[in-house]
Nanobody, 121 residues
Framework: QVQVVESGGGLVQAGGSLRLSCAAS????????MAWYRQAPGKQRELVAF???????IFADSVKGRFAISRDNAKNTVYLQMNSLKPEDTAVYYC???????????????WGQGTQVTVSS
């Protein structure tokens, strides 16, 4: 079993910055993809960004140029640096990891509980 814990959410004014962290622990051989999703009230969960073990990065168009994603493979941790925040970035941010317990097993997907980000205008 893998545990995924997010931290770093909070309340910030528009134009401000926040840094989210997500740490995975448990039965982990390796983690392929580490991703951030978000879900605003009344909306579907959407992908914000992901980073692969090899360093491939994808961002949603809505956050390009404002957000950065990075990971520390030794710590099984992924970070989301959010700059120039807008009220429309307000959401619960969820971390998702695709990890495997052995070299030959398939990737399994694990979610964190989420962390609230609120951007005031």
């Amino acid at each position: 079993q893998v545990q995924v814990v997010e931290s770093g959410g909070g309340l910030v004014q528009a134009g401000g910055s926040l840094r989210l962290s997500c740490a995975a622990s448990g039965s982990i051989f390796s983690i392929n993809v580490m991703a951030w999703y978000r879900q605003a009230p009344g909306k579907q969960r959407e992908l914000v960004a992901f980073i692969t073990r090899g360093g491939t990065i994808i961002f949603a168009d809505s956050v390009k140029g404002r957000f950065a994603i990075s990971r520390d493979n030794a710590k099984n941790t992924v970070y989301l640096q959010m700059n120039s925040l807008k009220p429309e970035d307000t959401a619960v941010y969820y971390c998702n990891v695709a990890s495997r317990i052995t070299a030959l097993s398939s990737d399994e997907s694990y979610w964190g509980q989420g962390t609230q980000v609120t951007v005031s205008s």
